[in-house]
């Protein structure tokens, strides 16, 4: 358990601090005097905080993308709160819990886990079994799947944020097939393996990012291959199954500019484009309602512009709730 | 109870009939001789059908737009069947049920109009309970929604559309609102009311038009008059829940070139927005599929190109089952 | 009458001030020493300046969006001129003027409102003649309409700035139905009312904003909604006519994309929109010359890019003159 | 004086007729015997109607484009009338009046023409007072004026167009001149040169056609480079004011798409563009509502849809006459 | 070889014909007596060409996609000519060579498959020579590639297609990689791959149609999913270079709306997309050209609106050539 | 020759130097006793460096875009260098070289100019011949072309900038041209001609910028009354060759929104089209690449978002490189 957040900071301030903090920028300035400061910007679960070291002599070694454990004095400058380091040196893995330097899910994972492959085993398509319990109880990819985030940014950009979407996404899904003829298993099927080419395309430690194979391909294109090294070693899976579970992650985002370069062509694609861009624009809007508060705004006020949406937003019940009152 | 439907005529091949048509076109025309003689368009529920009538001296008084009895030869002509018309004359209000002579839906109405009203009786809502119940108790706007066509052509284009579309996009609704913390009540009569201006934007009657308010105002337009009026009755009804109620409604297309002056800046709209597409998607696709075996292709075959999706589609089940085989 | 104005502090520079003031914005800060002080944002009609107020004990009570009567000196910190602010408090509603204190029109209101009702005495048509005088002889929206700014920014964003724009155009219009052959009164009708649900969509005191209806419905919708209140009212007025008049108000903006849900279909309309859109972007223009002036670019060379026009501008006759010296 | 219009064909039904047809049309086939036949397409200022002549040998030489002297039968083929042609032989330039055979403006061209020069005789600016003369004091480019179509088809697609579309469009710009504070003389020399290269861009005859140039060019490249010519011969121009008469030419059309390599930067040019287009949409109108007329629909129905307009029209006055009748 | 060519049946007019024809379509009408016959399209590598067999009691069983045998009569009916075929037989796949049925490279195809090759052996980075290698020396898909079409229409829509783009496409890249400092191999392995998809999204017999994997996979995906099986053969292919190949194949097309997820990201696909747009552009004109002639219309003339490219076009030579005479 | 290159400043550090720069900014300020000083930006061919000179009273007269000789002490502020100028003067024309001071190509400009000059002479038409002799010989405009930069910024924006993109084009031309069977004289023509209008279209001294006839008329329209020029000196030049050079000027651009009014609708426009843009990418690519080392990153990883190319961009060479080691 982390001790000090840097969400906590004010409450420490003018003392003394001891704590474990991703650094998400190093950067050595000059003093005027010639000699040699580290600008850094330190990070955990709650937020970001500046930081100055001047005498760096003593550190250890660090860099960007490391988490440290440091001692420093909580400050304000220029009405911001820093900490001036007096101590840093890089941490062992054994020493932090990674969850507590990065943004994560509020969500149980193992809860979540456990909701993923009840909902598998409860698939009637023999074929569509196998594929997803290939992938589910593959080691590598079940542990990478548990903490990867859904983006960089925007919806769902936390530790287990991929998982979270894809449990909440299969649960609209499962209402869904309740109330169309469709195949449910294929469906549920999409829902669970539309993104999980990101396992590949994104990389997470102290920070987001995308790998090269990411940039240069997608998770689209990712996912497609992981899918098809999975079938292969499915000798009886049926090829027409195959091209349709294929279509249905390849088509999900619904639209050439978005990368998908086929349309739903079938059903149950339809369905889950629909159901996975609206469950990114609720997510979204909560993130946004949450950031309008934190800006100092009233909860039931219009948010400034989001640009994701390209509009601004409104909290129903916040709205509502002032109006009452 | 119609006796003889268009679609059954093969049947009756080098017959004799009787029977009520609405005429979807009537044309006078010449023949060699100089005399003139009518080229007909009849249709009912089941399809369309071409009539000649050769000697147009004893034909009664009708036109484009009536509902006809008539009597006549059923024969083949260039490989199509057609009726040589022997008599015919408008018939009167009485002789014919509409429901015959149009395409509609093959849900009951009565069981869907229950079905939206049990809905209503849930809300908790008593502002939203009230207009709603303004609305469907109001005997000439239930009549009218029990029988408007969604639209003119496309998805729900039929007698009971309207009701039936609804009601599948107020169940998806109910779903959604299960799964997502929202204004249940809110969404629902977003989604009662979304289209509620069709009642006067199309005219439906042995063919479905727009009415010249609907060309020039649309349907979003002309509902938020119709909320507008209802609500001014409702003395007490929160000026807050008015806007959004609104809102929802106007954004419910959800773009600008889709005729939506806003876009959907609250949860609920967010949603009804997503389900209501999808709906109206998913009804397309049936429709599309009939329409694949009727012109003679295998049900399991890619369509030909959509155009009102931009694309071909291809019906899952009928393909994985073809694959079996 | 507001005694001093801030485009003209620099003559005061190292003097003491006394007068009212828009307090646009108001932030609390901490000095080093840990006590507190004020930054202000002052407005008046003529621009804005920068304030402090160090000693925030003897401050009245005083929020963003109040005007307020100040003493304080006028230094220059960083090249740009401020007022250090010893003495504040929120003036009364009848100590000032609010045309002193937020930009407005350079025209002489009451003239134009004037000029506005000679041309609706003009009309020959009773049933449009009728409308406009229940929407000009309703007090409260005549002094709305008096006052309102015609936008939040960009065009005839000042007080009278509605009034100002709508002058224009009804002016170039009665020219345009002297050249095609028109329906002059309901093309001047739709001059008038294009825009009148800004009265609800915008609000303005020492700033402008919009309101939540505003943002939510639009102030098309929001003017539809009040034509048809004042329709109802006037028992003999056509339904054909009540059609035209919202459609040439519903379409003005001419595409869907600038938020009308139908394009201009009647001739009327289609001048609406063009003569409405042309007067908005003269008045850009003119204000554009001006600002690049003020600049500090020569009134004949090309301006920088003009977001909102998405190209730079040239003044003509500046141009001209230049080349002639 | 042409003698018999197509229009007026159906009261010569069954009757012999002798005429002068442009040759719109014209293909040789072969009969069941192996022996020619021509199918012709004939064409007059009223319309075109077929013409079929089986005994080819005593035909004079004539080709697509002509115009010719033929007699024959009035008679009707397949409801349709159509000549049975007897004799025909081209027509010399001295027998008809090209005016009666390609549709032409409905107002007096010498009338337009003087109106024109008036409005130029007024400029006070002696440099574009030079230009102008220079353009409409040229023979051949006065002589093509007077003639040439505004479009091949489109609105304005007549003979006398183009000088009726630029009357009209420098009317509406001397009222805009006298509302806005413009430079009059270059706003009406922009209205009057801006399609000047459609003298040379279009080719009219028996039919509209665009040259090779034209269509590789355009107007209004053609246009710039006509203006370059006349105004390399004025050795006084100033250099500044050729860039802006050059500008409003080049960009009138106002959109990148349309054609224009650069937007409207001054305010002549924005006046330009937007009563340019204003005028082109108003006539458009007139067009369509007379074929929609001709089509038999009601004049006060909506119309069909008009493409080049993307939407349907109504016509106002028959509308509302027909709402009080 | 094929001794009767449809572009030369008239040359056996009125006269006994015997030949093998591919059946582009087959339809069973009735005769007005009741009777059945067969209406017919047959077609061959020159053209298609009606024809109708009246007594079908002798005919063997053949269908629609099939190559038949046949014996008729040539004649003309309604100026067009057609085969009244007397006996026909499906034929059997040794009796005919599929390049005489249905359109094809006019190159050689050995020749074309030789210089691919050469290409091939003058690579000097192993692993790109050997991955290409793999594909060429797999016999069913070099046999594949030495048939396929390039489209199903548009450009190089014929047998053999798809080699001769490939061809022509990777000469030009040599050139670029000449004048540019690249990777020679990897762009001429993009210029050989970034079509291979189209094996299995095409099919191609006696016509050219989309396989249901191909429209709902697309050949991109498709080719990548080739791409990574060969690869997975090879051990020591880096996977940075993997990543490369698959990116240059996955963003060819350029433009996310022309269903590439990635735009290209590195000078070998920059040149790889520009270089095969172009010469498919380059391929299409010549079409254009040739159907121009076809058309009736002069060499040096202006074609008709060609709508894929979405403009006329004009030949450069026939045009100049026209100019000097 | 220069002898002090602001991009080697960091060696001079705390010593007084001597030398000749470019002034891209001048400001006078105030101190805080009221005293003012320069705040200047200097510049030359290698980069960009701030300058401050506290006693103004004996400095000579000097404006921005001046080039000036000035004695100073070079320091460091806020951790980047500056000049604390001492004396400072104008420069004379005589005394400095414009390619030190500005950026420049690295290529040398006579073996550019001769290879230009060694492609027209090859020319086999002699009237294409005549007409690029008249451009390459006529003085003034030779020096122009030998200075002209390509662009305000983006690529090839350095003197010498438009004569390097011309020879690369030209290059890749005659290497298309050997593949296609096109007029390679006309395709050379458009390539030297294509950019001729930015000989007036852009100024450039100390800094680059638009001149007011290249803001209101563009390149290509100046490009084509240059090119109109030059073909009305040479009396016996062929009219439709005139209307083919111009189209390939016109068309260069490829679109509509990029300022091209006409589409490329010969082979060499469509090929001139796209081995333009394709020549401009590729130096783009290596601007950036360079960009991104200079930023800091490393040459194989994948750069930020270029804004030119709406995305990042990868150094194939060095990420291969990377990955190898």
Known sequence: MKEINI????????????????VSGKQVRSKKDGSRYFSLILADRTGQVDAVMWETDGAGDFAAGDVVKLRGQVCRYKEKLQ???????????EEFDLGDLVPHTERNIDE????LNAHVDSFTDPHLKALLRAFLDDPALAAAFKEAPAAKSMHHAWIGGLLEHVVSLVGICELAAKHYAVHRDLLLTGAILHDIGKLEELRWGTSFDYTVEGQLLGHITIGIGMIEKKIAALPDFPPALRVLVEHVVLSHHGKYEFGSPKLPMIPEAVLLHYLDDMDAKMQTMQNEFGRNVAAGRAAGEVTEWV????????????????DKS
Request: no cysteine; net charge positive; glycine share 4%.
């Open 112 to 115: 979540l886990w456990a909701e």
């Open 83 to 93: 900490i001036n380091v007096e101590r840093i040196r890089a941490a062992t893995r």
């Open 307 to 322: 640009r994701s949406m390209e509009r601004p937003l409104l909290n129903t019940a916040a709205f509502l709730g002032k």
């Open 7 to 22: 969400a906590d900071l004010a409450q420490y301030e003018n003392q003394a601090i001891t704590g474990f903090f991703a």
